[in-house]
């Protein structure tokens, strides 16, 4: 069954160090998308960075950057030089192309990042 | 600037009263999807709609019905609302790319307290 598995409920960061936030996800679809999302606490939920499955770069968007590991079925978002906007819940996603208008989100990371 | 636009981004209504959620969209999205947010459970989706009038259940929809009578305009309705109905509600649209990279497009969510 898919599954899409946040194991860190929340995290601290400095600001100006870099982070990972972990995603971990269940398939058995060959052809999928993974999304990372932000939630500022205004509630909007942000589109951050997109990886498809038969992507041979991990994809970059700025200071974002998903290290995509398909063996390992990870895709976890690192974000370089923290700043103090960046606190907010981050949730990752995954849709697969046989289902058609499913998208699965995991449980959500909260990020604060300190100054 | 696209918009996902709810009609209220706070809600406090009774046990047993009739609850409208509205939500609309600029970008002349087919799709669009009501998902409902509660802390350690992720946005679980309740119903989703790919063209006026049409709509399908997604993975909890039981106390909830919606109506798409108008492309831009996608409502929740909770019958009659119960404490456990108490969430945040998350009003989202997309344009079909036939793809896994078609992304979602977020309103800043309805938080419904039911008392």
């Known amino acids: 069954a898919q599954k899409i598995t946040q194991t860190q409920p929340g995290m601290f960061v400095q600001e100006k160090e870099a982070v990972t936030l972990d995603c971990t996800y269940d398939?058995?679809?060959?052809?999928?998308?993974l999304f990372w999302y932000k939630q500022p606490s205004s509630g909007e939920m942000i589109f951050l960075i997109y990886q498809g499955s038969y992507d041979q770069q991990n994809a970059t968007e700025g200071r974002y950057s998903l290290n995509f590991q398909k063996a390992r079925k990870s895709a976890n978002l690192v974000i370089s030089a923290s700043q103090l906007g960046d606190s907010a819940m981050y949730f990752c996603a995954m849709r697969e192309i046989t289902g058609t208008y499913k998208y699965i989100f995991g449980t959500g990371t909260r990020l604060k990042v300190l100054a | 600037d696209v918009k996902v636009t709810q009609s209220s981004r706070y809600l406090v209504k009774r046990t047993g009263e009739k609850v409208f959620l509205e939500c609309v969209q600029d970008m002349d999205h087919e799709n669009m999807f009501w998902y409902r947010q509660d802390p350690g459970l992720g946005l679980r989706l309740i119903y989703f709609?790919?063209?006026?009038?049409?709509?399908e259940k997604g993975d909890i929809p039981e106390g909830y019905s919606v109506s798409r009578e108008k492309k831009e305009r996608f409502s929740l309705i909770l019958e009659s609302a119960s404490t456990n109905q108490t969430s945040m509600y998350l009003c989202?649209?997309?344009?079909?790319?036939?793809?896994?990279?078609?992304?979602?497009?977020f309103g800043s969510g309805t938080q419904l307290s039911v008392l």
């Open positions: 709609s790919y063209d006026v009038k049409m709509k």
């Open positions: 989202a649209s997309s344009n079909p790319t036939g793809a896994t990279n078609e992304k979602l497009f």
């Open positions: 398939t058995s679809d060959p052809s999928y998308g």
